[in-house]
């Protein structure tokens, strides 16, 4: 029998992972299974998206784990992998009094039928030593934290308990904890309700249609900023076309953000000299 007081190792950053060759999902499966023998933190379910097809969500134990495992995967097992943006699970209400759960993004109905979006709220119990709790209460405070109680169990350490919302552990939280602390904070959850959110269906179009990979759930009041920093990064990774592509960020019918890719030009002068 095992011996009692341990755990099941819990995840802190969740991702999707899915084969570029939908041929090789059940490889991803087989290389997936091989490598959480030798791994126990890594966990994984089967998931289906109707852009990208048959892959996986995985949990991880920091956004590390996540890019070495995807390495191992990609050069042990002979796969090419494309990973998207990290979700939680979101229960919405619509207009008819209808309790559902979403965990794609891409999921959430139209506003106009949205009564009230409820997200998952966890208590967060981090342990760092003293002389970094003001960094660690800044990133909490940050990330819509609750303090509900600061204690110090010795001169050297300080423990605190936070209610937390878990999309804001899910974006790299444990990272930055890591960060602010030296390394040296420990952190751990419960589970503990659904509590209202105001949140938006943040859409990605691409020269007028909207890519439901890259569609996100967000709070209202920080989608503006949100938009315009992923169209920063997509204009740089979208190579040029023969003609100019336009990028925007939605929310609705609403456009918070727009960058423009140029078309690519022949340099009619790149031969050409002083002399000529």
């Keep these: 029998k095992p011996l009692p007081g341990y755990k099941e190792v819990k995840p802190f950053v969740f991702v999707s992972m899915y084969p570029i060759e939908n041929s090789k999902s059940s490889q991803l499966r087989e290389a997936l299974e091989k490598l959480s023998l030798s791994d126990s933190s890594l966990t994984f379910e089967p998931e289906n998206n109707t852009a990208l097809g048959f892959g996986f969500r995985c949990g991880f134990l920091g956004l590390l784990h996540a890019e070495i495992v995807q390495e191992r995967l990609e050069r042990e097992y002979n796969l090419s992998l494309i990973s998207t943006t990290p979700a939680v699970k979101y229960n919405v209400i619509n207009t008819k009094n209808v309790e559902f759960f979403i965990t794609s993004p891409s999921d959430l109905p139209e506003v106009t039928s949205i009564k009230e979006i409820q997200e998952p709220w966890i208590l967060c119990r981090i ?9 660690v209460m800044t990133l ?7 303090l509900k ?14 209610e937390l919302p878990l999309a804001e552990l899910v974006y790299n939280f444990f990272d930055d904890l890591k960060s602010v602390s030296s390394g040296f904070a420990s952190l751990d959850y419960d589970f503990l309700d659904y509590r209202t959110v105001k949140a938006v269906k ?17 709070l209202k009041d920080r989608a ?6 992923l169209l920063k ?6 190579p040029r076309q023969q003609f100019a592509v336009s990028l925007q960020a939605a929310v609705g019918g609403k456009i918070l ?20």
């Design 127 to 135: 342990i760092c030593p003293s002389i970094y709790s003001g960094q």
């Design 140 to 146: 909490c405070t940050e990330r819509r934290g609750l």
């Design 149 to 162: 109680k600061m204690e110090y169990p010795n001169e050297n350490n300080v423990f605190f308990e936070y």
């Design 202 to 218: 943040l859409n990605v179009l691409v020269h007028g249609e909207i890519i439901d990979p890259l569609t996100n759930i967000v």
């Design 224 to 229: 503006p900023e949100i938009g315009r920093s």
């Design 233 to 238: 990064k997509l204009k740089e990774i979208i």
């Design 257 to 276: 953000a727009r960058e423009d890719i140029p078309a690519m030009r022949k340099d009619v002068l790149a031969k050409m000299s002083g002399g000529h």
